[in-house]
């Protein structure tokens, strides 16, 4: 199993620019998230999905959309890029959001100039 | 107060030496409690889950105190490559949401 895989692995953007972090896993979980996080800083939790179809706001949703069409799948989207988005991406996936740990990708490093 | 609460740190420890960690939770209700570890620039991953009973796990020891809403970790002989930054995790009952702490950073040096 290749786990949770993310790409790409580091994106400067412009500011206005959009782009789409790809988050997979092949582990059939079911729960999966993404999060931000920022030099010296905790992860903030931007969205999250119970299942194919269903997704809700986290935390700090304003700026990003997700869509979840496939269990494997959990793309991030960021329109008009701001540099208060410069951060490391983290898409995690787990079994079930109650009691199961959480499987982190690599991350994505976003610098938004 | 903040849902998790950590000593940011770092603890900077020589090798050998034993260190310990507590994180504070504010929801009574949560219901599991994990430690990740996270190395510089990477991943957190999961280093242990915590039960009320205690558990060990090799120089790790991990506790739960209900009472006081608190957990910690133990790290006993502590290695080089124990540097990393320790993230508590508490999952409140039926949420999907864990909470992360900002996270402890150790260093260890020689």
């Known amino acids: 199993n290749a786990g949770v895989t993310q790409t790409p692995k580091f994106r400067i953007l412009k500011i206005g620019q959009s782009m789409t972090l790809q988050c997979a896993q092949d582990?059939?979980?079911?729960?999966m998230y993404w999060y931000r996080q920022d030099p010296g800083m905790g992860l903030k939790l931007i969205y999250y999905?119970?299942?194919?179809?269903?997704?809700d706001k986290g935390e700090v949703p304003n700026g990003y959309n997700v869509s979840r069409s496939t269990t494997e799948d959990f793309p991030l989207r960021l329109e008009l890029a701001a540099p208060s988005q410069t951060s490391v991406y983290f898409c995690?996936?787990?079994?079930?959001?109650?009691?199961?740990?959480?499987?982190f990708g690599p991350g994505t490093r976003l610098l938004v100039l | 107060r903040k849902e998790v609460e950590q000593d940011p740190g770092p603890f900077n420890v020589p090798e050998g030496a034993t260190v310990a960690f507590n994180c504070t939770y504010s929801?009574?209700?949560?219901?599991?409690f994990f430690w990740y570890r996270q190395d510089c620039r990477k991943e957190p991953k999961l280093l242990m889950s915590?039960?009320?009973s205690g558990n060990e796990d090799g120089r790790f020891t991990a506790q739960l105190n209900r009472a006081s809403q608190y957990i910690s970790l133990l790290i006993r002989d502590s290695k080089l490559s124990d540097s990393a930054t320790y993230l508590c995790?508490?999952?409140?009952?039926?949420?999907?949401?864990?909470?992360f702490g900002r996270g402890t950073s150790l260093i260890v040096h020689p």
């Open positions: 929801n009574s209700a949560s219901q599991s």
């Open positions: 995790v508490v999952n409140p009952l039926r949420s999907y949401i864990p909470t």
């Open positions: 995690a996936s787990s079994n079930s959001g109650k009691r199961e740990t959480q499987y």
């Open positions: 582990m059939n979980h079911n729960y």
């Open positions: 915590v039960y009320s």
């Open positions: 999905s119970v299942g194919a179809g269903i997704t």
